[in-house]
């Protein structure tokens, strides 16, 4: 639970890291290395007094998580992975701003879109989009994960293809740590789960695939990649619950 003050505060941070995003999604094209947006993202973060929360969180060895194509989350920034025309990359992006955190995730389509990728992020932001609509207060966390399965399913009829929500990721509460409770699922049953009250603070993240739900870790100890090689999308925002509705804590400036 946060006071007015504290989300205040939270966002803040948000703005922080809606500025790296901004900064590597025009960073993001043919020819660049995630290593490269890893920069990109690290010098918009202390440039603004800020420090990046995924660096060396749990060992983790760069500020921001890149996934391309097949890789769900988690993506190690590498001068290896250079970007080429048509690959899909999810950008994870976290900052700290006076002990207070903020954490956001956009999927970026680099030069000319494959055939698919643009109706697979669609639908996953629009996942992410109703998951946000879902935090009101009164309402249950549940309702969160419905929601976001239920766009998912929906987007996926209307594209006429499957999309697989991943289960084994999801959501989190966010404050003065990156990762609290609750977890927040991205498939739920409507009406269950714990109330959702005025202050809390959640981070909305699903994650859609082209193909199967199932995923698996690579021996780097991060890297999730699916199953089945196909792609994946993955957006995020920190969000607050407000008794004027959902607050998006990491939505650019207006």
């Keep these: 639970m946060k006071t ?3 989300v205040e505060a939270m966002r803040a941070a948000g703005l922080v890291v809606a500025d790296a995003l901004a900064a ?3 960073a993001a094209r043919p020819g660049v290395s995630t290593a490269d947006l890893d920069e990109v993202a690290e010098g918009v973060i202390r440039e603004a007094g800020a420090v990046p929360s995924f660096l060396g969180y749990m060992g983790f060895p760069a500020s921001i998580c890149a996934s391309v194509n097949e890789q769900v989350v988690h993506g190690i920034p590498s001068r290896e992975q250079v970007l ?8 994870d992006c976290g900052a700290i701003l006076e002990g207070w955190h903020g954490d956001a995730a956009v999927t970026l389509l680099v ?3 494959a ?7 669609g639908a996953c932001r629009a996942a992410m989009d109703a998951g ?7 309402g249950r966390l549940g309702d969160v994960g419905h929601a976001i399965e239920a766009e998912a399913r929906r987007r996926a009829a209307a594209d006429g293809r499957e999309y697989g929500i991943v289960a084994d990721y999801g959501g989190h509460g966010i404050g003065t740590s990156m990762h609290m409770e609750p977890f927040v699922p991205n498939l ?15 981070a909305i993240e699903p994650m859609l695939t082209g193909g199967t739900d199932e995923t698996e870790e690579l021996e780097d100890g991060w890297t999730v990649v699916t199953a089945d090689g196909s792609r ?5 925002h920190s969000v607050a619950v407000t008794d004027d509705g959902p607050r998006i804590l990491t939505a650019p400036a207006s």
């Design 4 to 6: 007015p003050g504290q």
């Design 24 to 26: 590597v999604t025009e």
């Design 84 to 91: 080429g025309d048509g690959d899909l990359v999810s950008v």
């Design 111 to 113: 030069g000319t879109p």
């Design 115 to 121: 055939a698919g990728d643009e109706d697979l992020s």
């Design 132 to 138: 946000i609509a879902a935090l009101v207060p009164g």
């Design 188 to 202: 739920g049953r409507a009406g269950s789960g714990m109330r959702l009250r005025t202050g809390m603070v959640l």
């Design 232 to 236: 994946a999308a993955h957006w995020e």
